[in-house]
């Protein structure tokens, strides 16, 4: 696998710390997320089931990801199969592979990596031979396009459910079991959906007639209910990537489950009840987490954390604890009405990690509509006080689209926002808003699961009313793509006719439909052709006594609820919310396992006494080696490994002053990806009282298999910078050895040169000219390689000009950085 050849190596090395090797296994489980690394890594639920499977003797849990297009193209040139990252195994060669079903857009990934693992994409035309082919996540509520690739699918909360499915596989597999008794042990697991177990049927007008149960003693499938969050798995040590991440920082469940009823959410429905961890079992999670990752910023989730029942006090003693560390709290989902002053104060008091409101709507009409539950009046002095508080800029959420919308509730979503921005002047602050638009897309099991959602041309009259609006009160604009909301629209209330779709739709080239830059309307216009499917047709209204295609999935809320709650919407009514007092009878809670469970408990465990660095500085030079693997981490990536591992390995690291402070070390001259390293050198700004030794120590306990801290010692803070220090650099180049022959020769050529000048192309268009010849202060040749000692140029440029090949590429030779020499 040449790593050399693709954008981003991080994505595809493996070896990062906390990730989970086991050589041997009863049963190897392939965790897939359909989309790229970066986006994989930073999903909860997919570090929450590699702990959980990885604490059980005998399995293993192996991450893989969609490859991005370089490295594909690469996989099919190469012959190569798609594998998991922990031990390279193929996906044909697994168990199980479960994939992570979170948004329509990924599910043509999702076949393009069972085709990259060599399987065939029906669960039909697959065997006892190939491995069991699984999904669960919020797209599991309605997965009836994707029904005929899967043998099995969960629906709700997987922590205990997937180790009941991994006992029913390892029992298959002992006794040998054809995959028919597989899936009736599958279907027997409360929440577990076994696809080929039911069989729609259709009208001539194309919609359901009904849902045929093949087996007649299981006419419906509930979800999973997770009793108790405060007692659930948490990934405490998670894999700590080696590259930035979507969400790079600590990300801590403190509640699962709403109950506030807005009535287009999703997620407000299919996760319901409510179950919050208590503050003492937050702090412990945080505290833990911290130390395995060293991490500078916690995350507090939940669908709404300004309503978790203890916020107020677990915020202030975060910051009590934490912010002379100078780790961030950040609360990605706030809802306005729940932010009081005090907790703005909070929030700020570290870093301000960015201000998210989401109105929804822009008049009070559309607002009831929805059971938001704000009015104009708490949306304003709410960004009042945030930005009173100092924030410059505040993010709108809204969607446009919602059941019964007007011209005029669009023209009230630009003038709410220029309100919004008023209180910035009001406050003393000239506050910025950027104001970002969504399209609604009716989902399965709530009360807009019935309704139609509005076409790409009145998306696209919708958002230029919007981008007229908002520029005449000078605000910035954002919104979501007309075409991808359409085609999310298409899956997320589809049928299992799409499925025929899916899989041209691959086959013509769509894959990462939910990056811009690689959607492709056209190629789904021709695929919905090919297949006779007229796409608009799944945007329509439904009639409320139709038979819809997730009509046999229960998320526990019943389909009488959603239709009460759809009346309410349309009369403008309030539902309120059932943690404060009376049942809504959503059919979800039997008051006994499944139930409301709140932490009024707000009594928090004692404070660990810590001590602040002192004023005194001390600065530590360290050189230390880059080697195997970690050859292809960027010199930003580098960067970040060693920011985690002063925290992990507790170094009294000091930090740079300003908004956002930084760890006080710095490197020398950044060396090439792809070359390894024994003389890396950089220099850290360290509290005064700790050896040097002591420093190494702490460091190679905490850094990656590859990355070794070689020497240590203590400099004058004033001694010069390593930049002015380094002088040359000695390399070792090793070539092919049918080269061996010609090398020394090929050396007395490159010497014999007066000037031997290379032009490398600079940012902004211009170009750098170097000689190399004067650069070149030693070279000669032992067998297949070169021992050369340079000032500027990179290795590579030397082996081009030697070997007078300029053809050559950075995986046809190994670069080994051997010494750094430095000025007398």
């Known amino acids: 696998m040449n790593l050399l050849a693709v954008e981003k190596p991080a994505r595809y090395m493996g070896g990062e710390m906390g ?75 697994c168990d199980v592979i479960g994939f992570t079903l979170q948004y329509e857009l990924s599910y043509t990934n999702i076949l393009n990596m069972l085709k990259l693992a060599g399987l065939p994409l029906f669960s039909t035309e697959r065997g006892t031979g190939h491995p069991l082919v699984i999904a ?138 409510l179950r919050e961890r208590s503050p003492a079992t937050v702090l412990e999670l945080v505290q833990k987490s911290l130390q395995s990752t060293g991490y500078d910023e916690i995350s507090l989730l939940s669908l709404s954390t300004g309503d978790y029942s ?50 929804e709507a822009g008049s009070e009409r559309m607002r009831r509509v929805i059971n938001k539950g704000i009015t104009e009046q708490d949306l304003l002095e709410t960004a009042f006080n945030v930005y009173g508080a100092g924030w410059r800029t505040i993010k709108l959420y809204f969607m446009i689209g919602l059941p019964g919308e007007t011209a005029e509730d669009i023209t009230q979503i630009a003038s709410l926002s220029r309100q919004v921005k008023d209180q910035g002047k009001r406050s003393g602050n000239p506050g910025e808003v950027n104001v970002s638009v969504g399209t609604f897309v009716p989902k399965a099991h709530t009360p807009f699961q019935w309704e139609p959602q509005i076409s790409v041309d009145e998306t696209l009259e919708r958002q230029y009313q919007l981008h007229t609006e908002l520029k005449q009160r000078k605000l910035r604009f954002k919104w979501q793509d007309a075409p991808l909301s359409f085609l999310e629209g298409v899956f997320a209330r589809g049928d299992r006719r799409l499925a025929a779709v899916l899989v041209r739709a691959v086959e013509l ?53 959603l239709l009460q709650e759809r009346e309410r919407a349309l009369s403008e009514a309030a539902t309120v919310d059932c943690r404060h007092g009376q049942c809504s009878a959503c059919g979800v809670c039997n008051f006994d396992t499944i139930a409301n469970r709140l932490s009024h408990d707000s009594a928090l465990p004692a404070r660990l006494q810590t001590t602040a660095p002192g004023d005194d500085q001390a600065r530590v030079r360290l050189r230390f080696s880059k080697t195997g693997a970690m050859r292809y981490l960027s010199h930003l990536e580098l960067l970040t490994v060693f920011t985690r591992a002063v925290s992990r390995g507790a170094v009294p690291i000091l930090f740079s002053q300003g908004f956002h402070p930084h760890p006080r070390f710095s490197f020398a001259t950044a060396t090439s990806v792809g070359v390894e390293s024994h003389a890396e050198y950089m220099d850290m700004i360290v509290a005064a009282g700790i050896s040097a030794a002591e420093i190494q120590r702490r460091l190679n306990s905490a850094l990656p298999a590859g990355i070794k801290v070689l020497a240590a010692e203590m400099i004058d803070l004033k001694a010069p910078a390593l930049s002015v220090l380094i002088d040359k650099t000695r390399y070792a180049i090793t070539f092919d050895s049918a080269c061996s022959d010609s090398l020394a020769e090929q050396c007395v050529q490159f010497l014999a040169h007066d000037r031997f000048t290379v032009q490398r192309k600079k940012k902004g268009g211009e170009t750098q000219t170097i000689d190399l010849r004067a650069e070149c202060f030693s070279l000669n040749a032992s067998g297949a390689t070169l021992d050369l000692v340079a000032g500027r140029g990179k290795p590579l440029e030397f082996a081009r000009a030697v070997s007078g090949n300029p053809e050559l590429q950075a995986d046809d030779v190994r670069i080994e950085k051997r010494e750094a020499i430095f000025r007398d």
């Open 19 to 93: 990730s989970v090797r086991k050589e041997q296994a009863e049963l190897r489980i392939a965790l897939a997320f359909p989309d790229v690394y970066e986006v994989g890594m930073s999903h909860l639920g997919l570090r929450v089931l590699y702990r959980v499977l990885n604490q059980v003797e005998g399995i293993a849990a192996e991450r893989v990801f969609a490859p991005w297009p370089d490295r594909e193209r690469q996989m099919l040139s190469d012959g190569e199969g798609l594998a998991t990252l922990e031990t390279a195994t193929p996906l044909a060669a």
């Open 136 to 273: 669960g996540g919020p797209c599991a509520y309605n997965p009836e396009p994707l029904a005929p690739f899967f043998d099995a699918i969960l629906l709700g909360d997987g922590e205990e459910a997937v180790l009941e499915i991994t006992e029913a596989v390892r029992q298959s597999k002992a006794l040998g079991e054809e995959r028919p008794a597989l899936l009736e042990r599958l279907a027997a697991i409360e929440g577990v959906y076994v696809p080929g177990m039911f069989e729609p049927r259709y009208h001539a007008d194309g919609t359901v007639t009904e849902i045929v149960p093949l087996s007649p003693d299981r006419k419906t499938v509930r979800r999973r209910f997770l009793s108790n969050l405060d007692s659930a798995p948490y990934p405490s040590e998670p894999v700590i990537p080696f590259m930035k991440t979507v969400h790079d920082r600590v990300a801590v469940e403190i509640a699962r489950g709403c109950t506030r009823g807005c009535r287009f959410c999703q997620a407000g429905y299919i996760y319901r009840p």
């Open 310 to 359: 203890c916020v107020s006090p677990l915020l202030s003693e975060l910051m009590a604890r934490y912010a002379h560390d100078r780790i961030a709290v950040s609360l990605p989902s706030l809802r306005v009405g729940t932010l009081t002053e005090g907790l703005i104060e909070e929030i700020r008091r570290v870093r301000k990690t960015g201000f998210t409101l989401a109105p």
């Open 509 to 561: 080239g769509c894959r990462f439909d939910g990056w811009r830059e690689h959607f492709s309307l056209e190629r789904w216009q021709q695929a919905f052709r090919e297949c006779g499917i007229q796409p608009e047709w799944y945007l329509r209204r439904r009639e409320l006594d139709e038979v819809l295609p997730w009509d046999h999935l229960d998320c526990g809320v019943t389909r009488e609820f």
